[in-house]
């Protein structure tokens, strides 16, 4: 079905649906190397306008990716919760806007309303919010998820401490666990992204996490970062693995050119949960999305990039993970040009992923041939902060050594903690103050050459 | 008023910039400053001009015979936002390329800027120096070698398949690092032609003095190309077995038979 509008005696037409969505989706790089962006910020914004006038009922009867020939759509078609979309059924996606700021939307209306929401609805109405919508309706959202802590209560922030290393070095990666940990750094989860997809190192990895978390009983989980299928053979060999992680995308094909299916996806929640490695929640999976990932692959049906994203938060939804995090300035300015249009994407990505009931983190990042910097970064990080973010990055100096990319450093998270007054998860946070790390306003104590963590790491070492 | 760290020891075991200290909860200005300096080279390495003479001129003083070529992407922004035009040749280039086509060869070898121009001034003319031996030694046949501006790595497949190339040997500029702005990369593909996936080739990455040195990454790279030539594949169906052939760690510097 077309769409139409009329400014003054211009008229703007839409083919469909998903024209118009990414018609009206704020400029970025991705959409226009897919040659589906507006052609003129003047049909930016017409698209914007008549996409306020589209029933929010229209996205359950007009699917933009094919439901017979997509396993995700049917996913999100056929789980959609009827009962928890009745009391915005009514409401045209201008009005969703005007609900979501209103004082009625409340936070927990808005949890009984996530089932109820399909992806591209929440992709439709981030499309017409500004930043400052997007940081105020996502504050209201709550995602709370356990496994050894509880994550994603108000008033906290988690960080995932990623000690990688170039070479999977055992010395280097407990080097950097160390250095996270007395920086306080570590209650999402110690992740690791390795080098190597070799099984004796990855095995090698999740022993070295395992035996730290063993034996200072940190409250925290760990997670080798490699392909679900992996994970699940080294179940099998009985590894210790807390976390399943798989990258995810919002296509089937896309899905596919990362080898995996929703069927092996569920396969390896299954596996992870099996184990009860968990102690206070079973939330066992750890998924990454980013924007572009679908056209990267050449499997994104002419959809915005922004709106596949939002669709593989309705994947990761199905599996009740504990982490969700958009990898948002990693795949290259291709797809996110500039330092302004990462930042439009990191509060998008945040807010459609809380609507939906995901507890969405940010690795808040950029590669070296974006137009983009530390200050971005900043900029970014302290906006996510007031939006309620799940967690962030933590990487000793924000220079990831090994995929060559600059993320936020542990002192950022000190930076906010302070700025902003978040706490960690309360159990990390009590673990802390017992191993003399931090006080007990939270804040880091002076280090001490002689504390056990760091004889343990030194004695490894040598 | 700073605190430092007393684990600085440790920092030997990993390139990550652990043990920084802190002023509060930020950073020293030392590291600031530091990590502004490293990511300002990384920055001028993207966006470095390449200079395709000197680099011409360096292979040819190795002895080689040299074709120049460039893609479609007519400048560095748009080399930068467009992927896709940076895949392709340019109409000059293709038409001079294909009337410098001859017989069919064993190896065409292209010297591509991609996204670091610093990383192939550096690291191109030592590197072909340390593999130049093993083509004299396996004895391949040789399109003159391209040097490629505003190139990514597939273009390769259209000057491989217009060259009539068994198999391409791509030298590119790698995304810089903070910690490495001049890292090469090499990627080996067979049979080369438009439509290649990534799936199809072997790479071979972090090839520099501070990471895979230029003996032991030219020793690796020719041992794909044997292997590729003669199983007639590239990509995941040929998995890395070259270690086994080193000696004491160290690459031996003759190839031999399969």
């Not at chain 1, 004796?200 to 996490?209: D, F, G, H």
């Not at chain 1, 958009?326 to 809380?354: M, N, S, W």
């Not at chain 1, 103050?433 to 280090?447: C, F, K, S, V, Y």
Request: charged share 20%; aromatic share 6%; net charge negative.
């Amino acid at each position: 079905m077309a769409y139409l509008h009329r400014i003054g005696a211009k008229s703007f037409v839409f083919a469909d649906l998903k024209d118009l969505m990414a018609k009206a989706t704020p400029p970025r790089s991705g959409d226009m190397l897919a040659g589906i962006a507006a052609a003129t910020a003047e049909e930016n914004v017409a698209a914007r306008m008549c996409l306020a006038e589209v029933p929010l009922k229209a996205f359950l009867s007009e699917a933009l990716v094919p439901y017979e020939t997509d396993e995700v759509t049917r996913l999100i078609l056929d789980s959609h919760d009827a009962a928890a979309f009745a009391p915005v059924s009514a409401m045209t996606v201008g009005d969703f806007r005007d609900f979501l700021l209103s004082h009625e939307a409340t936070p927990e209306i808005l949890a009984a309303l996530a089932p109820g929401l399909t992806p591209e609805m929440a992709a439709a109405v981030s499309k017409i919010m500004r930043n400052q919508d997007l940081i105020l309706a996502a504050k209201k959202c709550r995602v709370v998820t356990r496994f050894r802590n509880t994550i994603g209560l108000p008033g906290t922030m988690a960080v995932r401490l990623q000690p990688n290393h170039p070479t999977d070095d055992a010395a280097g990666v407990s080097a950097v666990i160390l250095d996270g940990l007395l920086y306080g750094c570590g209650d999402a989860v110690i992740g690791i992204n390795p080098a190597s997809d070799s099984l004796a190192v990855i095995e090698r990895l999740l022993k070295l996490t395992d035996e730290v978390i063993t034996r200072f009983e940190i409250p925290t989980q760990s997670c080798v970062l490699t392909h679900v299928t992996t994970s699940i053979g080294l179940m099998e060999r009985g590894a210790p693995v807390d976390l399943v992680f798989q990258s995810i995308a919002g296509t089937e094909g896309a899905n596919r050119s990362f080898g995996i299916d929703l069927k092996v996806l569920a396969e390896g929640t299954d596996a992870a949960r099996a184990l009860k490695r968990g102690t206070v929640g079973q939330n066992a999976m750890y998924f990454e999305t980013g924007q572009g990932s679908s056209l990267s692959a050449g499997a994104h049906h002419g959809v915005d990039q922004q709106t596949l994203e939002a669709r593989a938060y309705g994947v990761a939804r199905a599996y009740n993970p504990l982490l969700v995090n958009t990898v948002v300035g990693f795949i290259g300015p291709e797809y996110l040009y500039d330092g302004k249009q990462i930042i439009r994407a990191g509060l998008e990505d945040h807010f459609c992923g809380k609507l939906l009931g995901v507890p969405l983190g940010v690795d808040v990042c950029y590669t070296n041939h974006a137009e983009a910097d530390q200050d971005d970064m900043d900029t970014l990080l302290t906006l996510l902060g007031v939006a309620g973010v799940t967690y962030v990055m933590g990487i000793p100096g924000a220079d990831d050594v090994m995929l060559n990319y600059q993320s936020t450093s542990f002192h950022d998270a000190l930076y906010i903690r302070e700025a902003l007054g978040l706490k960690r998860a309360p159990e990390f946070e009590a673990w802390l103050e017992r191993m003399d790390i931090t006080g007990a306003d939270g804040r880091l104590l002076p280090a001490d050459a002689r504390h056990p963590l760091l004889g343990y790491v030194a004695g490894r070492a040598a | 008023m700073i605190e430092r760290d007393p684990w600085l020891r440790l920092a030997r075991h990993t390139p990550a910039r652990i043990a920084l200290g802190r002023t509060g909860a930020s950073l020293p200005t030392g590291e600031v400053l530091r990590f502004a300096l490293a990511h300002a080279q990384a920055r001028d390495a993207v966006h470095m001009p390449f200079d395709a003479d000197a680099v011409e001129a360096q292979v040819r003083g190795l002895g080689f015979a040299t074709l120049r070529a460039s893609s479609a992407a007519p400048a560095r922004d748009i080399y930068l936002r467009r992927p896709d035009l940076g895949r392709r040749l340019s109409e000059e280039s293709r038409t001079r390329l294909a009337m410098a086509a001859g017989e069919t060869v064993d190896l065409v070898i292209v010297v591509a800027d991609g996204l670091s121009s610093a990383a192939i001034h550096a690291q191109a003319r030592p590197f072909l120096a340390a593999f130049r031996p093993f083509i004299a030694e396996q004895g391949w046949s040789l399109a003159p070698v391209v040097i490629a501006s505003g190139a990514r790595v597939a273009l390769g497949d259209e000057v491989g398949a217009l060259l009539k190339a068994r198999a391409c040997v791509l030298l590119v500029g790698e995304r810089p690092g903070l910690s490495s702005p001049d890292s090469l990369g090499l990627y080996l593909t067979f049979d080369p032609k438009a439509g290649r996936t990534d799936a199809e080739r072997n790479c071979i990455s972090n090839v520099r003095p501070d990471g895979l040195s230029f003996e032991a990454a030219a020793f690796k790279l020719a041992w794909h190309i044997r292997e590729a030539l003669r199983r007639a594949v590239t990509g995941v169906e040929l998995k890395d077995e070259s270690d086994r052939l080193l000696e004491e760690g160290r690459p031996p510097l003759r190839l031999g038979a399969a």
